[in-house]
């Protein structure tokens, strides 16, 4: 039992630490947001040469072989500046279903790319029917005499617009009508029969909708050997949430020092509004959730690998948990600001709707915890 | 990082096992499961220490030059999760976590000699004199007075919410010894004899129908000023040390996971209707089970912290806040579960001592008591208000 960092954790943490303060302020964020790409391709070049992109990548596909504790160091850091870079659609999403699910071949010609930081990746599988059921996938992909035809929609696929690959789900019909299974395909962009909407993205970034009338790809475009995907992407999908809250975690504690900062400063009735007791109640709260926050992406980084059901409830758990406690942070970060708050004069904002992006992000509080009820054997809604 | 325990750990959690095996009576253990109040009667919670003490177990905290069984934080830990675990009682807390560490760090030493080898073996029983009616979370306006008078104080005044005071021949106490201009400066730390002539103990209920809670009177008292913990005014001090102590210390996720599970159980029974289907009540359980995750692992991180000589600072005092919401939620839950049957009132204590079949399965019988008395936890040892006041002070810096 050991939940302190080691040295070379500590040493991740205080470069991801200085890289983003360095680097991430209001001004990159407003350039950004006028990107055609929503990220700086010269810095995902830099953090290629720091290592992070190779950082969770196995070892002999020239990765660093590093672990949800190293993802969500690095996750939390970017939290703290609002970093849009795609690290979630390539590295934590992209390279994780790779490693899981691709042929040895893919992996050989696919994971050195992510690493070097010359392919980017996106994971097409949110449908609007399906909500956030991972089972609930409509797009079908039929097999041709000379590989495969995809059809249907996809929508909120993060950073498409920018991904050399696309990962997109399908159903491929089983035999005589038998339910179909789920699939992986590895879309290039542009593709004759791909229309994509690209939108700016709430909190910074970009994703786009996709709609795909009968793509056509090859064989060797299918991932792996065409068993169904579906436990793949619910663990690759937990990992992405554990990684999603630590990156929460860092822009709780922003803005909970923001906003420390700020009813310290404030002054009100002749008096910090930090003198008032209902204002330190709710500072103190405050503190006290993101805290909780902390220890709930802790606990489902540390649980990433262990069997199905108790990873899916810790990152179940943790993803329900860190949504609300985020949401409380948020809004009470703005409230705390006053009107200034509800401006786009302030960072408040950008932080706020970040979180509400992160809560959305694969289900929200409501659905995790029903997902964690339904896996703990417990009656639930339908 | 990693969250499983060594394998000298897991032999140490064995044995704690298997000493539980061996000692826990299923009388003491159905006793326990029927006690609704925070604190296990001294008939269950004695018998406990007495089979701790004989193992060597009898005080986990305690250096071992006092009889501490000289455990790493996580044997402590372990020691917990597996008393809980098995339904173990509580034992006389007060003497154990509270005075204990008061002694060791500031008795004299025939103080120690006399009162710590009383507390592990069970002989001695405490009860706490902190508030008085008019002094809650103002702990330092306290007014009960000792005046010196030769080699003796004399004491009156009284002290109120005393846990077990009917069941206690010792007290400590915080006493006002001196005016001063700051009120901490003139309390005093003193061991008061219960059957010293001049003391007399009146019950209150509890809303759950519990006496657990007295108020005691003291009118003229004579003590030993031997008696006295360390200097005289600096007992508020020493009253300090051991607050937190009854904060922060506990390891409290595995009792909740426990209490959790009792009415998960219940859910789940033909008895409720399998309360369980309702899928509001499944959805809940989820909630609060989440919660007790989320607090195990801030316990761990402070554990962890602890194991590599770190202060874990600031989490340790958010604990307390959400261990007494979580016990309220859960205890709430509880009633829920068990429907029309929460309606049943049985007046009789302790319910393990019943000469009848209640008219609702046993097993339901502590439900609403604990629900009624778990509005205490969010009051005593400091009140979440004074909680969120300490937060804002020491965590923020406000």
């Known amino acids: 039992m050991d939940l302190t960092l080691s040295d070379e954790q500590r040493l991740l943490r205080e470069s991801a630490d200085r890289f983003v303060s360095e680097t991430y302020d209001a001004d990159h964020r407003r350039r950004q947001a006028s990107d055609p790409l929503g990220f700086s391709a010269a810095i995902w070049k830099q953090f290629a040469d720091l290592g992070w992109l190779a950082l969770p990548i196995p070892e002999n596909y020239g990765g660093l072989g590093g672990g949800a504790i190293e993802t969500g160091i690095l996750m939390e850091a970017f939290g703290r500046g609002l970093v849009s870079e795609p690290y979630l659609s390539t590295v934590v999403i992209g390279a994780a279903l790779i490693s899981e699910c691709g042929s040895e071949a893919q992996k050989q010609a696919l994971l050195p790319g992510i690493a070097d930081g010359s392919l980017y990746l996106a994971f097409a599988h949110s449908e609007r029917a399906a909500r956030f059921d991972l089972a609930k996938v409509a797009t079908t992909a039929s097999k041709t005499s000379d590989g495969w035809r995809l059809d249907g929609q996809k929508t909120a696929v993060l950073d498409g617009n920018a991904a050399g690959q696309i990962i997109v789900s399908a159903r491929v019909a089983g035999d005589n009508g038998t339910p179909g299974k789920l699939c992986l395909f590895l879309m290039p962009a542009g593709m004759p029969g791909l229309a994509s909407r690209d939108f700016p993205r709430l909190g910074g970034g970009r994703a786009c909708n996709l709609d795909l009338r009968d793509v056509r790809l090859p064989a060797d475009a299918l991932l792996g050997d065409g068993s169904d995907a579906l436990p793949a992407i619910e663990a690759v999908v937990d990992r992405a949430m554990a990684a999603l809250g630590a990156e929460a975690v860092g822009i709780m504690q922003t803005l909970l020092d923001t906003t420390l900062e700020y009813t310290k400063m404030r002054k009100q009735f002749g008096r910090p509004l930090s003198a008032n007791q209902v204002i330190r109640h709710r500072l103190a709260d405050m503190a006290m959730q993101c805290d909780e926050a902390r220890s709930m992406a802790l606990r489902a980084a540390l649980m990433v690998d262990a069997e199905p059901t108790a990873r899916s409830r810790a990152a179940s758990g943790a993803k329900a948990k860190i949504g609300k406690c985020a949401r409380f942070v948020a809004e009470q970060s703005v409230q705390l600001h006053g009107a200034m708050g509800v401006t786009e004069e302030l960072d408040i904002g950008s932080y706020f709707k970040r979180l509400l992006a992160f809560d959305t992000l694969f289900g929200g509080s409501a659905h995790h915890y029903r997902r964690h009820a339904a896996l703990s054997g417990r009656s639930i809604q339908t | ?398």
Not at chain 2, 23 to 42: C, G, M, Q
Not at chain 2, 201 to 214: A, C, K, S, Y
Request: proline share 6%; net charge negative; with cysteine.
């Open chain 2, 1 to 398: 990082m990693d969250l499983t325990f060594s394998s000298e750990e897991r032999a140490f959690e064995q044995e704690v096992r298997d000493f539980i095996a061996a000692n826990l009576t299923p009388e003491i253990k159905r006793a326990t499961a029927l006690t609704p109040s925070v604190f296990s009667d001294p008939d269950i919670g004695m018998a406990w220490q007495r089979a701790l003490h004989k193992k060597g177990w009898g005080a986990p905290g305690w250096p071992v030059e006092y009889g501490g069984p000289a455990w790493t934080a996580a044997q402590r830990w372990i020691f917990e999760a597996e008393c809980a675990r098995a339904g173990t009682p509580n034992v006389n807390v007060m003497g154990v976590k509270m005075v204990g560490p008061v002694i060791i760090g500031f008795g004299s030493p025939e103080q120690k000699n006399f009162y710590l080898p009383r507390i592990l073996s069970g002989e001695d029983y405490w009860c706490q004199g902190y508030s008085e009616p008019g002094s809650g979370s103002d702990l330092a306006s306290l007014k009960t007075k000792a005046v010196r008078d030769g080699n003796d104080y004399i004491i009156n005044g009284t002290k109120i919410w005393t846990t077990h005071a009917h069941h206690a021949n010792r007290m400590f106490a915080l006493v006002r010894t001196n005016d001063t201009e700051r009120q901490q400066d003139g309390i005093s730390f003193i061991l008061i004899d219960m059957k010293s002539p001049g003391i007399t103990t009146r019950p209150i209920l509890t809303i759950g129908g519990d006496h657990e809670v007295n108020q005691v009177f003291f009118d003229d008292v004579r003590v030993p000023v031997a008696n006295r913990v360390g200097e005289e005014g600096k007992g508020w001090t020493y009253g300090k040390y051991l607050l937190e102590f009854e904060r922060g210390s506990g390891i409290a996720s595995a009792k909740l996971r426990e209490a959790l599970k009792t009415v998960s159980d219940l859910a789940e029974s033909d008895a409720t209707g399998r309360a369980i289907d309702d899928p509001d009540i499944g959805l809940r359980m989820s909630e609060i089970e989440v919660d007790i995750d989320t607090l195990e692992m801030t316990e761990l991180r402070v554990l962890s912290a602890l194991q590599t000589g770190q202060n874990p600072g600031a989490v340790s005092s958010l604990l307390k806040l959400r261990v007494s919401e979580i016990r309220q939620a859960v205890t709430r839950l509880g009633v829920e579960v068990i429907g029309n049957d929460g309606l049943y009132v049985e007046p009789m204590r302790p319910f393990y001592k019943l000469n009848e079949q209640p008219g609702i399965p046993e097993e339901m019988l502590p439900v609403v008591p604990e629900y009624l008395n778990s509005r205490a936890y969010t009051i005593f040892g400091g009140s979440s208000e004074i909680q969120r006041d300490i937060v804002a002070r020491m965590v923020l810096g406000l």
